[in-house]
């Protein structure tokens, strides 16, 4: 596995921590990674018209 770094805004690494202490991620590394994979599985599922710079997960 590689190591990555990123920023992130605080309100939303906030929310991630939320998540991890009530369970739903042993930590905050894993629900990075889960957040990742659902972000690839979205984009393998999108239709061939779209347009490739259109990118849903960017928006903030």
Excluded: C, Y
Excluded at 33 to 56: I, Q
Aim: a negative charge; proline letters at 3%.
């Amino acid at each position: 596995m590689e190591r990555v770094t990123l920023r992130i805004p605080k309100q939303q690494i906030e929310e991630v921590e939320q998540m991890v202490e009530t369970g739903k991620f042993p930590n905050r590394s894993e629900a990075i990674r889960s957040a990742v994979r659902e972000m690839l599985s979205e984009h393998d599922g999108e239709t061939e018209g779209r347009r490739t710079n259109e990118r849903s997960w960017a928006k903030v």
